[in-house]
Nanobody, 115 residues
Framework: QVRLMESGGGLVQAGGSLRLSCAASGIIYRVRDLAWYRQAPGEQRELVASLTMDGRTNYADSVKGRFAISKDNVENTLYLQMNSLEPEDTGVYYC?????????WGQGTQVTVSS
């Protein structure tokens, strides 16, 4: 069983930065892709950034140029560097690990950007 633990969320002023981390435990194999999603209260969850095992990345138009997804295989951790944060970035951020054998989610970490 794969377990994911997010951290790094918090309250930040507009224009500031945050780095989210998602530590994974358990046996991870046959990975399709890794991703970060976010969800504002009352809104549906949306894909923010994804990363394939060959290094290909994809970003939502709203975060292009500001966010960067990366991973550390030694620490088994997925990261989301968020710069130039805006109030519209506020929401609960979830990491996702999509495997051939299943799809796993973290519990989420709150990100609040004040104006």
């Amino acid at each position: 069983q794969v377990r994911l633990m997010e951290s790094g969320g918090g309250l930040v002023q507009a224009g500031g930065s945050l780095r989210l981390s998602c530590a994974a435990s358990g046996i991870i194999y046959r990975v399709r892709d890794l991703a970060w999603y976010r969800q504002a209260p009352g809104e549906q969850r949306e894909l923010v950034a994804s990363l394939t095992m060959d290094g290909r990345t994809n970003y939502a138009d709203s975060v292009k140029g500001r966010f960067a997804i990366s991973k550390d295989n030694v620490e088994n951790t997925l990261y989301l560097q968020m710069n130039s944060l805006e109030p519209e970035d506020t929401g609960v951020y979830y990491c996702n690990v999509n495997l051939v054998g299943g799809n796993y989610w973290g519990q989420g970490t709150q990100v609040t950007v004040s104006s």
